[in-house]
């Protein structure tokens, strides 16, 4: 079974699949019989429940229907594309987005280290701001919109309740100081401390990677700055 995101991917149900299947492989070399490795078959339970789906009779006739329709009732309805044509992007376009975006990270910086109250008073002022300045209005709306998602970051942060994740990266760093992500590694937690956890739990299995040019890192995030990451 898929699991769809509210923008419609499905990214995010396979990792999690795919995580639940790797932990389900009982550890190579295992010969005490004795013992039952537990965490494996629990993992095969959830897979079965979570990921698997076992169609009816009644399900899969449907299904032949709609493949070899006898009637004309039976075909199921189809839906034409709405997707917008791209429009090219000229060489004038390029340059002119390179130019506006050189300084998109020092705006980002400003924000991100703003404290609570200061961003109370920063999203009011431009919020404020894009209602009297017409000329750079949108430009106003969109800063407050960053500091509403930097302050609402720093609210689920003081908390231990809601989505959290354990993250786990090995980077590879040349000699220039120049960093490359060879893997990841993350779990959902249900809360800050479970993802706490999880992620010493993720940096203690993948420790074995830390060499001269390798680190090996673990942070904890909101479910807010994963989903930025992932896109990332």
């Not at 898929?2 to 995010?12: L, S």
């Not at 095969?44 to 009816?56: A, L, Q």
């Not at 000229?90 to 609570?116: M, Y």
Request: proline residues 3%.
């Amino acid at each position: 079974m898929w699991a769809f995101d509210h923008e419609g991917g499905i990214r995010e149900g396979l990792e999690e699949s795919f995580t639940d299947v790797m932990r389900s492989i009982e550890p190579s070399g295992h010969s005490n019989q004795t013992v039952v490795q537990l965490a494996p078959r629990l993992s095969k339970k959830k897979i079965e429940r979570d990921h698997r789906w076992e169609p009816t009779k009644t399900e899969i006739d449907r299904i032949v229907r709609d493949i070899w329709p006898k009637n004309k009732e039976d075909p199921l309805k189809q839906l034409k594309g709405v997707s917008q044509r791209k429009p090219p992007l000229t060489a004038e376009a390029r340059r002119a987005i390179s130019e506006i975006s050189e300084g998109f990270w020092k705006t980002c910086s400003v924000v991100d280290s703003l404290k609570e109250p200061s961003l109370k008073g920063f999203i009011f002022e431009a919020q404020q701001r894009s209602k009297d300045d017409q000329d750079y209005e949108h430009l106003y709306r969109a800063i407050a919109e960053m500091a509403e998602r930097r302050l609402e970051v720093l609210r689920r942060r003081r908390s231990d309740k809601g989505t959290w994740y354990a993250l786990v990266e090995v980077t590879h760093w040349s000699g220039d100081g120049i960093g490359e992500i060879l893997e990841r590694f993350h779990e959902k937690c249900a809360s800050r401390s479970y993802a706490v956890a999880a992620a010493r739990r993720l940096l203690a299995e993948h420790a074995n990677k830390f060499s001269v040019d390798v680190t090996v890192e673990a942070e904890i995030l909101t479910d807010l700055e994963w989903n930025a990451r992932r896109d990332d």
